[in-house]
C-alpha cells in the first residue's frame, strides 16, 4: 500500500467552478492544503491533452513543495508524465489493474467502488484506497445518487484498504459518516466552494478526526 490512512483523512478535489481563472485556482489549492488536506485530486473533464498536461505538471510540483500528495483524476498517462503521486480512477475509467500497471508499484491508485464486489475486485487490481460515494446528494455529478449507508460500511469491511466517502460531503454532515470504517472524507464543493477555503479545510479535518 503506497498511502497511510491518516493521509486520507481530508482529501481535497478541484473544480474550478469557484475559480475566476488559473491564478485563483491554484491559490485555492494552497489554501486547501495549508488548511490541512493532505491529499489533493487534480479533477478536469474538458480540458485537451496538452492543457491538462501543462496544469497537471503545475499542480504536482505545487503539491511537492507543499508536503501534499498529488492525484489526477481518470488519466493515467497524464499522472505518469506530469510526476503527480498517482491517478484515482472509475468503474467506466482505465481499469484499476491497467492504471497499476502503467504506474508501476510504487505510484498510488485510488478505484471508485460503489459495492463489496467492486471493492474486493479494486484491492485485487492493486488499488491503494477507494472512493464510496455518493455518500450525499451532490451537484458536482448529477447522476451520483446517494447509496445507503450500510452500502458504504460493506465496503469498508471488505476492503482491505482504506476507504474514503465522496459526493456532497460537508461541515453539516459529515458527521452522518461516523462509524462506518472510513479513513477520511473526499469533498469538492465543501472545500473549493466555500469563501475561506483555508478556514472550511481546516473545519472540516478537525470534523473527520471524529469519523
Given at each position: 500500500?503506497?498511502?497511510?490512512?491518516?493521509?486520507?483523512?481530508?482529501?481535497?478535489?478541484?473544480?474550478?467552478?469557484?475559480?475566476?481563472?488559473?491564478?485563483?485556482?491554484?491559490?485555492?489549492?494552497?489554501?486547501?492544503?495549508?488548511?490541512?488536506?493532505?491529499?489533493?485530486?487534480?479533477?478536469?473533464?474538458?480540458?485537451?491533452?496538452?492543457?491538462?498536461?501543462?496544469?497537471?505538471?503545475?499542480f504536482?510540483?505545487?503539491?511537492?513543495?507543499?508536503?501534499?500528495?498529488?492525484?489526477?483524476?481518470?488519466?493515467?498517462?497524464?499522472?505518469?508524465?506530469?510526476?503527480?503521486?498517482?491517478?484515482?480512477?472509475?468503474?467506466?475509467?482505465?481499469?484499476?489493474?491497467?492504471?497499476?500497471?502503467?504506474?508501476?508499484?510504487?505510484?498510488?491508485?485510488?478505484?471508485?467502488?460503489?459495492?463489496?464486489?467492486?471493492?474486493?475486485?479494486?484491492?485485487?487490481?492493486?488499488?491503494?484506497?477507494?472512493?464510496c460515494?455518493?455518500?450525499?446528494?451532490?451537484?458536482?455529478?448529477?447522476?451520483?445518487k446517494?447509496?445507503?449507508?450500510?452500502?458504504?460500511?460493506?465496503?469498508?469491511?471488505?476492503?482491505g484498504?482504506?476507504?474514503?466517502?465522496?459526493?456532497?460531503?460537508?461541515?453539516?454532515?459529515?458527521?452522518?459518516?461516523?462509524?462506518?470504517?472510513?479513513?477520511?472524507?473526499?469533498?469538492?464543493?465543501?472545500?473549493?466552494?466555500?469563501?475561506?477555503?483555508?478556514?472550511?479545510?481546516?473545519?472540516?479535518?478537525?470534523?473527520?478526526?471524529?469519523?
Amino acid at each position: 500500500m503506497n498511502i497511510q490512512p491518516e493521509t486520507l483523512r481530508l482529501y481535497a478535489v478541484t473544480d474550478r467552478a469557484w475559480a475566476a481563472d488559473e491564478e485563483v485556482f491554484f491559490q485555492q489549492i494552497e489554501a486547501a492544503v495549508r488548511g490541512g488536506a493532505a491529499i489533493v485530486q487534480l479533477r478536469e473533464k474538458h480540458l485537451e491533452d496538452g492543457p491538462f498536461l501543462a496544469e497537471a505538471r503545475r499542480f504536482a510540483a505545487l503539491c511537492r513543495r507543499l508536503g501534499a500528495v498529488s492525484i489526477i483524476n481518470d488519466r493515467a498517462d497524464i499522472a505518469l508524465a506530469a510526476g503527480a503521486d498517482g491517478v484515482h480512477v472509475g468503474q467506466s475509467d482505465l481499469e484499476a489493474g491497467r492504471a497499476r500497471a502503467l504506474l508501476g508499484p510504487h505510484k498510488i491508485v485510488g478505484v471508485s467502488a460503489h459495492s463489496r464486489s467492486e471493492a474486493r475486485r479494486a484491492r485485487e487490481a492493486g488499488a491503494d484506497y477507494l472512493g464510496c460515494g455518493a455518500a450525499f446528494s451532490t451537484g458536482t455529478k448529477a447522476d451520483a445518487k446517494p447509496i445507503p449507508r450500510e452500502t458504504i460500511r460493506a465496503v469498508t469491511a471488505a476492503a482491505g484498504i482504506p476507504v474514503v466517502a465522496i459526493g456532497g460531503v460537508s461541515r453539516e454532515n459529515i458527521l452522518e459518516l461516523k462509524g462506518l470504517g472510513l479513513s477520511g472524507v473526499a469533498v469538492v464543493s465543501g472545500i473549493f466552494g466555500q469563501e475561506d477555503v483555508e478556514r472550511a479545510a481546516r473545519e472540516l479535518l478537525e470534523l473527520s478526526k471524529q469519523l
